[in-house]
């Protein structure tokens, strides 16, 4: 016996009760299966946004961190350039300097002895000195040491500007010859001595430096 009859059109019918139920079975189970996978589908499609939101957000997170690394990188580099050039700045002014200071102190001497040499910024010397003891120095009673070979016109005249005026108490004076002095005096009294000498005016050689410095860096400016 066939499982299906034909009918009178020629299409093919159940043959059995049974064999509708098992279609219809299987057409359930087919339904069953095909929500089923669109249900996981459906679930697999919103996990993989979900893991690609993620993984997008997690790359965003590191690109910005990587370019907030790189930019304080960035800039940690730039300080240490900009510090590098103003130390290497400060070291090349620091090297000019002191090469300028020894310049200046190996022309100095010279210079001045060109000027004590000089008739008249001698005598501008001389009454520099005088004013600056007749300033600083109490005692009345002096003991003024010039070098050799002074002409007594130029010793008569250090002892006129020394003894003072009719303002000022009379001065004892004594004038020796002190052969080492190569330019300018000393003064002395019983408990002090300025210096008028080289050797006593650049004494204060910080403050000598300083004002040296001050008055070269001047002449750069525009007036």
């Given amino acids: 016996m066939n499982e299906f009859q034909s009918d009178t059109d020629g299409s093919s019918t159940p043959a059995s009760v049974l064999d509708a139920q098992v279609e219809a079975l299987l057409e359930r189970i087919a339904t069953n299966r095909d929500r089923h996978c669109a249900q996981l589908r459906s679930a697999t499609e919103l996990q993989a946004r979900d893991l690609l939101r993620s993984a997008r957000k997690e790359a965003l997170a590191d690109v910005r961190a990587a370019s907030a690394r790189e930019r304080k990188l960035a800039e940690q580099a730039l300080q240490q350039a900009v510090a590098t050039a103003a130390l290497e700045t400060r070291q090349r002014a620091q090297a000019a300097t002191r090469t300028l200071l020894t310049v200046m102190w190996s022309a100095i001497d010279g210079v001045l002895e060109a000027r004590w040499a000089d008739a008249a910024h001698r005598k501008s ?15 009345l009673s ?5 070098g050799a070979g002074w002409p007594n016109e130029e010793l008569g005249a250090l ?3 020394s003894a003072g005026d009719e303002r000022s108490p009379a001065r004892t004076l004594e004038l020796a010859c002190d052969p080492s002095l190569r330019a300018g005096v000393r003064i002395r009294t019983a408990g002090a001595c300025l210096d008028a000498t080289p050797a006593g005016l650049l004494a204060s050689r910080a403050e000598i430096e300083s004002e040296f410095l001050a008055q070269y860096l001047s002449l750069g400016k525009p007036r």
């Fill in 159 to 161: 002892r006129a500007l």
């Fill in 142 to 146: 002096w003991r003024i040491e010039h």
């Fill in 125 to 139: 010397w001389l009454e520099a000195a005088v004013h600056q003891a007749n300033c600083l120095l109490s005692e």
